[in-house]
């Protein structure tokens, strides 16, 4: 859905819509990034959710809006994640992220004209139940990727990725088919 701010009002990002609240959540992310004790950070991330959670978020953790981030049960992030949720991000059960990803439901229009006015975009992003997600990943709005999924690191998850897939590349693509609860590989991976 196509929003606008005014990129040459002067007063930059703090007149754009919901800054007070944005400035309210990096505020709570700093203190969420120098909590040492887990359960102090359970508390700061259900106030930056708007909801209590269960998940485990290694610090650094960065968002824009939080109450935007819907978690499911037993959710794993590793460092340096940031989720830019200004439109819905929906984590499912049982999902890991590795560590420097980037889930973005924000993004600009491709028209220099519309960008240079102000134009920007924001899409939802669906991640299914039981999802793991490599290292330096990085997931584009309007994105549903389905359960049991495994994104290979590095990968630019720009188009849906159905469920029960191995994905990776730049763009990602699907390598194969993933069977749950197959044998595992001699290199521990599933077959």
């Known amino acids: 859905m196509p929003n606008t ?3 040459h009002a002067g007063q930059g990002p703090s007149a754009w819509p919901g800054a007070d609240k944005r400035r309210r959540v990096k ?3 700093a ?4 909590a040492d004790e887990q359960d102090e950070r359970l508390r700061i991330l259900a ?3 708007g909801k209590p959670t269960d998940a485990h978020f290694e610090a650094p953790f960065y968002c824009d809006v939080g109450t ?3 978690l ?6 590793n460092h340096n994640v940031v989720i830019l949720d200004c439109a819905p991000v929906t984590l499912g059960d049982h999902v890991m992220i590795g560590p420097n990803t980037v889930i973005s439901a924000a993004g600009h229009p491709v028209d220099p004209v519309a960008r240079n006015a102000g134009v920007f975009v924001e899409h939802p992003i669906t991640i299914g139940n039981s999802v793991w997600i490599g290292a ?5 709005g309007g994105v549903t990727i389905g359960d049991n999924c495994t994104i290979g690191a590095g990968s630019v998850v720009n ?17 194969r088919t993933i069977q749950p609860g197959g044998a595992l590989s001699a290199d521990g991976e599933k077959a």
């Open 5 to 7: 701010f005014d990129l």
């Open 27 to 29: 505020q709570l992310c």
């Open 31 to 34: 203190a969420y990034n120098r």
């Open 47 to 49: 106030q930056i959710l």
């Open 68 to 70: 935007n981030i819907t």
């Open 72 to 77: 499911g049960r037993h959710c794993f992030a």
């Open 136 to 140: 330096n990943v990085t997931i584009l």
């Open 159 to 175: 188009r849906d990725i159905p469920p029960n897939s191995l994905a990776a590349g730049n763009p990602c693509k699907v390598l």
